[in-house]
């Protein structure tokens, strides 16, 4: 029949990801880079021509002889820019779903980013992801994502590609991968002023719920949940850096809910302003500001919460610490340590009359994130120093520094790294009411 027409397609041999890894079993870092690598091209020039596919899975990826990915099964895929050809077809899988996948005002690249990082978590775990409306509830990705082969940069990758806003995701295919092949070219080998070695733990302890949250730098920011992480990242001397650590104070309610608010902010602070030309000193300020707000409109929303919090920045050879609370920060250099940060208690503002102290002096905060008719930048203490090779910052909450002295801190990163950490650890574990436990060290080599 002449009047027919027919779309000639070509014939992929091949099976689909889904029994690609049911038959292989584990799938090797290098064979998840090669996937996530030609699925991302294909997104981009669909994404490109205003397309977006709208139904990536394991089931939807067809894997040849040759190890060739081919993204195929187009017949959800719509139109976010010409309303005529918008499609209201519909699919479901759970897990793999964006938040806003139904939402046509709503769709954008982020969409599909969603479902690839949801497809590669079950690539490289082969388990999938709870549904976004359950993840609200709680959210097991930060306990997930440390057990898997990828480094802290590669998991920020997937949980900023999972995000549940879709306005906090990439923005495009590319940035995606190019953060989780950990290929950043932003910095230039000229441009690198110290590698830094970083260790960091958090640890529940004998509490019920982690009230501490850490991040360092774009690398790695975690929420509430027991890990360990080891890794080297560049530190430009252009750019502006960043590690902290928040302690939800137990005496207010959700106070971990306060600290990752904490945390939260601070990481898209520095997503907004790694680049920014204005002082360090100046931006430092505006972040305290921020987030005394940011915690005191949590609060007004869940009930009084607050927490402590203990930041450090660095840009070229100049560091600029701030810290709210009694979350300690240490330099130790050339073998001698020296406490930098001021502890806001009640104990350290009785210096006057020592005799009056009592041990609950110690742990009753003066200052704390969330406290109202305060600004977070008049709350804080400052210091401010120039860097030197070798340096070493130690960040922890205070159910760190509160079983080990400065001689015992001082021994441990003398040790250095995890090896510091084991021993601090070994301290803490011997108090019977060990509290939460969070420490981040920062090692500065040219």
Same mark, same amino acid.
């Given at each position: 029949n002449d009047e027919t027409e027919y779309i000639v397609m070509e014939l992929i041999d091949g099976i689909t990801l889904k029994q690609y890894i049911e038959r292989k079993k584990n799938v090797f870092w290098k064979e998840t880079v090669h996937f996530s690598r030609q699925i991302c091209k294909a997104l981009v020039h669909a994404h490109e021509r205003g397309i977006i596919h709208r139904d990536i899975s394991p089931g939807n990826i067809l894997i040849t002889e040759d190890n060739v990915p081919y993204l195929i099964d187009y017949g959800t895929a719509t139109s976010i820019t010409n309303h005529n050809l918008r499609n209201i077809l519909d699919f479901s899988h759970k897990g793999l779903d964006a938040p806003e996948r139904k939402n046509e005002n709503q769709l954008g690249p982020g969409t599909d980013i969603y479902s690839l990082c949801a497809t590669i978590v079950f690539l490289l775990s082969g388990e999938g992801i709870p549904d976004y409306a359950d993840r609200i509830k709680y959210d097991p990705l930060?306990?997930?994502l440390p057990r898997l082969s990828i480094n802290s940069r590669q998991?920020?990758?997937l949980l900023k590609g999972l995000n549940i806003d879709i306005a906090k995701r990439y923005s495009d295919a590319a940035s995606f991968l190019q953060d989780f092949e950990n290929n950043d070219n932003i910095y230039g080998e000229s441009d690198v002023k110290y590698h830094i070695n970083y260790f960091a733990?958090? @640890?529940?302890?004998?509490?019920k719920i982690n009230q501490d949250n850490f991040m360092i730098d774009s690398f790695f920011s975690y929420a509430s949940e027991d890990c360990e992480i080891s890794g080297t990242f560049p530190s430009s001397s252009s750019h502006l850096h960043i590690a902290a650590i928040a302690d939800g104070v137990s005496s207010s309610c959700y106070g971990e809910l306060a600290s990752k608010a904490a945390i939260q902010a601070i990481s898209h602070f520095i997503d907004s302003y790694r680049y920014s030309e204005s002082l360090p000193e100046r931006l430092l300020e505006n972040l305290l500001d921020q987030l005394n707000e940011k915690i005191i409109t949590l609060g007004n929303k869940i009930g009084h919460t607050s927490?402590?919090?203990? &930041?450090?920045?660095? &840009? /070229?050879?100049?560091?600029?610490?701030? /810290? &709210?609370? @009694?979350?300690? &920060?240490?330099?130790?250099?050339n073998g001698r340590l020296t406490q930098l940060s001021t502890p806001h208690t009640k104990a350290n503002e009785m210096t006057d009359n020592p005799s009056e102290i009592t041990p609950s002096d110690y742990h009753t905060l003066t200052r704390f994130l969330g406290k109202k008719h305060s600004a977070g930048s008049q709350m804080a203490s400052y210091v401010e120093g120039t860097l030197n090779e070798g340096d070493t910052f130690f960040i922890c909450s205070d159910g760190?520094?509160?079983?080990s002295n400065n001689e015992i801190i001082r021994k441990a990163l003398k040790k250095g790294g995890s090896k510091a950490l084991a021993t601090l650890w070994k301290y803490a574990k011997k108090s019977p009411k060990q509290d939460n436990c969070t420490a981040i060290i920062l090692n500065f080599r040219q």
């Open positions: 930060p306990a997930l998991q920020n990758a733990k958090t @640890d529940i302890g004998k509490r927490s402590t919090v203990t &930041i450090l920045t660095w &840009i /070229n050879n100049h560091y600029y610490i701030a /810290n &709210i609370g @009694d979350s300690p &920060i240490y330099l130790f250099r760190v520094s509160n079983v």
